[in-house]
């Protein structure tokens, strides 16, 4: 059996969508990046800012406002970042229809 580099333990799927969003970093200096992918409880995106698993942003969404996530990786110019809220399911549909359409 081959050995697996990484092991995908999310309950929830992912919608792709590719939008541009800014955040402010740790250091609360604006981060600009593009969201490749979301869910309802967090969401991979690409930024050149170098950022460490357990950092923490604050990343503006259409709908929902303001959200705190937590970097859980960061690999080549892409991280993968938890939401310390779940965003509620109506408002989540909404956000993903205006990311679709900014696509």
Do not use: T
């Not at 969404?61 to 960061?74: E, N, T």
């Amino acid at each position: 059996m081959a050995s697996v580099a990484f092991r995908d333990d999310r309950n929830a799927g992912r919608d792709e969508v590719h939008f541009r969003a800014k955040a402010f970093g740790p250091d609360a200096k604006p981060v600009a990046m593009v969201i490749v992918n979301m869910s309802a409880m967090g969401l991979m995106a690409r930024c050149e800012s170098q950022y460490q698993p357990g950092d923490r942003l604050s990343i503006n969404l259409p709908v929902i406002g303001v959200v705190v996530a937590q970097i859980r990786w960061s690999l080549g110019g892409r991280i993968g970042c938890e939401l310390d809220q779940a965003i509620d399911l109506a408002d989540y549909y909404e956000l993903l229809a205006i990311m679709l359409a900014a696509s």
